[in-house]
């Protein structure tokens, strides 16, 4: 990580932040000042919708003359924090940051770092230039069940790595959700994919496990198959709430997952210019052509893959194997181990692995350990907040955690990415140089 050559913040104040981008992921990390305010305050906000100023403005007690429309107006005006919270969409994250590392801001940067790996490579640059920590929001480093396997393979109890696999599986609401609807359904909007903005969490979880291993080269196998105008069922229009005739029998109905049961409430109803709008609102919302959550999932505009396999090879013989498959029943992420002397699988979304080690005792094959965390079953695993206590004693100077997602490290995750996608879309093996 690039150290500061500043005095870090030390402990008689709390680290200051300006929140860039006030989407539900930096207001989401804000919290953390909230519950610690002795140790985060922020202290700025900018965003280009007003609503959205005001709103953050009135959680954290923020001055009127601290709301900005933009990081381009944040960044020209004299230096108001110690660090910068930065959210905006992916395609903005670079554009966003690199004036305010010049500015003199350390930064906590929502993944992906970029969609474009030159650019990924231009931010690591100007860190190092203008010497500002920057870390990347990789928060299943910070669940309690990918940290306390790390910490055992940093114990060396399943010896070297030889093979990891792990597995993501999106459920049907969500890949609709970001993949089909919404943000991150076309790759012309800003270079997305859905390996890049669903599993760079995961494929960092594997160049973690192998850290100080560079990957060497990537194979990668995908696309889209089920959301397709050809596919969808006989019944169904262009609009749930408008001429769908199946859609009170539909998994996929606008209605059923964002009004009954309130999932994604923060992307879907992101168009309406006011908080907390009535269900009448969403309603009405879902039924017109500015709101695309209320489209017909066979019936949009997405070219992104819906499910991917990436295989990878390191500098030591070793491999990695990571399976994206969207549209499952229940949402989990899955990874099995297998070092020299033995192994390490587990559920994420349970909180549960196993260690298992070779044992030839009589009426043995095999010796295991149960891990139970008892430490919930989100996606994230709680990490978030984990990871902004470690970017604040980041910005201090003090000691970190050994989930600490520091740029440097996170640059292989993302090239095994930008790999995989070269691979899938070229149908041949990808070196990284």
């Not at 010049?102 to 930064?107: F, V």
């Not at 920590?133 to 114990?155: G, K, S, T």
């Not at 194979?219 to 609009?239: T, V």
Request: hydrophobic share 35%; proline share 4%.
């Amino acid at each position: 990580m690039a150290k500061t050559s500043s005095t870090p913040v030390t402990a008689d104040r709390p680290v200051t932040a300006a929140i860039v981008g006030a989407g539900h992921r930096s207001v989401g990390y804000a919290e953390y000042a909230i519950q610690h305010p002795d140790e985060l305050k922020i202290v700025a906000v900018a965003d280009p919708r007003e609503f959205r100023r005001r709103e953050v403005a009135a959680r954290h007690n923020i001055p009127e003359n601290m709301l900005f429309e933009t990081a381009e107006q944040l960044a020209a005006h004299p230096k108001v924090a110690d660090a910068v919270i930065n959210g905006t969409i992916d395609k903005d994250h670079v554009p966003t940051a690199l004036p305010l590392l010049k500015a003199g801001y350390h930064m906590l940067l929502e993944k992906p770092i970029s969609t474009y790996e030159s650019e990924v490579l231009d931010l690591l640059k100007v860190a190092r230039e203008t010497d500002r920590i920057v870390m990347i929001c990789h928060v299943l480093r910070y669940a309690p069940f990918y940290a306390a396997i790390r910490q055992r393979i940093i114990d060396g109890e399943v010896g070297d790595i030889v093979n990891i696999q792990t597995c993501e599986s999106v459920s049907y609401h969500h890949i609709a959700m970001g993949y089909v609807r919404g943000k991150w359904n076309r790759k012309d909007l800003g270079n997305y994919s859905t390996l890049s903005a669903k599993c760079c969490h995961d494929l960092d979880i594997v160049a973690w496990m192998k850290s100080g291993i560079t990957p060497k080269s990537v194979s990668s196998f995908g696309g889209l198959m089920q959301y397709k105008p050809q596919n969808a069922p006989e019944g169904s229009g262009m609009r749930c709430l408008v001429d769908c005739k199946i859609e009170k029998d539909c998994c996929y109905s606008a209605y059923k997952n964002y009004i009954e049961h309130d999932w994604w409430e923060e992307y879907a109803f992101d168009c309406i210019d006011y908080m907390k709008p009535t269900v009448e609102q969403k309603i009405e919302s879902l039924k017109g052509n500015d709101n695309p959550y209320g489209r017909c999932v066979w019936q949009c505009d997405n070219d992104v893959v819906d499910h991917q396999s990436v295989v990878i090879e390191f500098e030591d013989g070793s491999t990695a194997t990571h399976t994206l498959i969207g549209g499952t029943s229940k949402p989990t992420r899955t990874i099995h181990i297998i070092g020299t002397k033995g192994e390490i699988q587990g559920v994420q979304t349970d909180a549960k692995f196993v260690i298992r080690h070779p044992d030839c005792r009589p009426d043995h094959e095999y010796s295991e350990e149960l891990i139970d965390l008892q430490c919930g079953t989100d996606m994230h695993g709680g990490g978030d907040l984990r990871l902004v206590e470690d970017f604040v004693k980041s910005v201090r100077g003090t000691s970190t955690s050994i989930s600490n997602t520091n740029l440097e490290d996170s640059i292989n995750g993302h090239r095994i990415v930008f790999a995989a996608d070269n691979s899938m879309e070229q149908h041949r093996p990808i070196e990284i140089d």
